[in-house]
Every structure is written in structure tokens, then in C-alpha cells.
């Protein structure tokens, strides 16, 4: 089973440039998520969709847009990439049964860097 | 809301003396609650998680997590430490009610001495 596939794994970006940070899941989850994680500050949400059609932002959505048009996939865009936005982005899949949470899967992450 | 705090952000021990990581939440209802282990430069590993069973949590390689309601804890034990645990471990909770999203602590970081 492939889980979570990002792509790419590394990106080097100039500032004022946009890219788009791919992820899917083979596993039919209806939860998917963006985080990027700094040093000391653990991961935080950036947006999130509760299924197809389904997105939201999570608490450092500025500067981000997704969309989730499929189960599978779940693409974050940036819109004019900032230095600010230097991080390591995880991109997470997760489902519930019977109103209990499941672990999140998460992909290998994608280092991103905006000189 | 929901947050979650890990008391120490460094913790080193020698190997094979026991292992405590600690960590508090916060959450409106009845949480999930996880421990994830990230070793340098690759992704995140499950190590163990709480979703309203027993309250004695055991995870991979050892480690354990007791949930305690009372005291907000969901601290991560391991009787003896290896070489090879040294990475970030980050406690995270997680809110069906929320959108079924996860909130992170900010990590701490076990160091093992030879």
C-alpha cells in the first residue's frame, strides 16, 4: 500500500513565485489535512477537509489555498511564496469509526524553501 | 479549542534508565489523544494512542502512555531507554467535533547518553 505520496520531496522557490505541493491517499480516508512544521512550534494545521467538496482553514491557512475535489487528493497551493512560508509541509489522512478517531497517516513531507 | 503542552522541550537520559515525557491537553469533549515519534529528517512514526478504552495505552517498542482525566495528562513512559529512541516526540490531540484535526504539542526532543 502506497498510504500518502507528496510530491515533490524538496522545492526551492523564488519569492513572488506560486507552486502547488501534491498529496494522495490510497486508503479512501474522508479526513485529509495540511500542516508545516518549524522548529519548536511542533505542526500546525494549515487547512483541512472533512471529505470531497469539503475544506477549511486551520490555524495558519494565510498565504495557502487547497481544494479537494476527490477523496484522493488533496493539492495545497501557494499563492506568491514568501520567505515566511520556508518549512517542511506533512500532509495527513486520517477516518473515524463510530464517532471514534483514528491515527492520522502522514506523508514523508515535502522541504520547501523560498529565497 | 483544544491545545496541548509538553512540559520539557529537551529531555536526556542515559542509556537504559527509564524514559518520561510529559504532556497536558486541553480539550471541550472527550478527546483522542496520540503520541508520535519523528526521527531526524523523515516522517512521522504512531507510537500509541488513546480513544476511550483501557486508559493504559502500549505502543511500539516499548513505550506507554497513561491517560489520566483528571489531571489532563497523557504522559509517555518507557522502562529503559536504546540508543536508537533518541528522536522528537510530539504529543497530539485530536477533536472529533473539530473536524477530526489534530493539535500538536511543540515537541520534545530525547536525547540518549551511551
Known amino acids: 500500500n502506497a498510504g500518502v505520496t507528496q510530491t515533490p520531496k524538496f522545492q526551492v522557490l523564488k519569492t513572488g513565485q506560486s507552486m502547488t505541493l501534491q498529496c494522495a491517499q490510497d486508503m479512501n480516508h474522508e479526513y485529509m489535512s495540511w500542516y508545516r512544521q518549524d522548529p519548536g512550534m511542533g505542526l500546525r494545521l494549515i487547512h483541512y477537509?472533512?471529505?470531497?467538496?469539503?475544506?477549511d482553514q486551520g490555524e495558519v491557512p494565510n498565504g495557502y489555498n487547497v481544494s479537494r475535489s476527490t477523496t484522493e487528493d488533496f493539492p495545497l497551493r501557494l499563492l506568491s511564496a514568501a520567505p515566511s512560508q520556508t518549512s517542511v509541509y506533512f500532509c495527513a489522512s486520517s477516518y473515524s469509526i463510530g464517532g471514534l478517531n483514528t491515527e492520522a497517516f502522514f506523508g514523508q513531507g515535502t522541504r520547501l524553501t523560498v529565497v | 479549542a483544544q491545545s496541548v503542552t509538553q512540559l520539557d522541550s529537551h529531555v536526556s537520559v542515559s542509556e537504559g534508565t527509564p524514559v518520561l515525557l510529559r504532556c497536558n491537553y486541553s480539550?471541550?469533549?472527550?478527546?483522542?489523544l496520540f503520541w508520535y515519534v519523528q526521527h531526524p529528517n523523515k516522517g512521522l512514526q504512531l507510537l500509541l494512542k488513546y480513544t476511550s478504552a483501557a486508559t493504559l495505552v502500549k505502543g511500539i517498542n516499548g513505550f506507554e502512555a497513561e491517560f489520566k482525566k483528571s489531571e489532563t495528562s497523557f504522559h509517555l513512559t518507557k522502562p529503559s531507554a536504546h540508543m536508537s529512541d533518541a528522536a522528537e516526540y510530539f504529543c497530539v490531540v485530536s477533536d472529533l467535533n473539530a473536524g477530526n484535526m489534530l493539535t500538536f504539542g511543540g515537541g520534545t526532543r530525547l536525547m540518549v547518553k551511551p
Open positions: 480539550s471541550s469533549y472527550s478527546p483522542s
Open positions: 477537509s472533512v471529505g470531497a467538496g469539503i475544506t
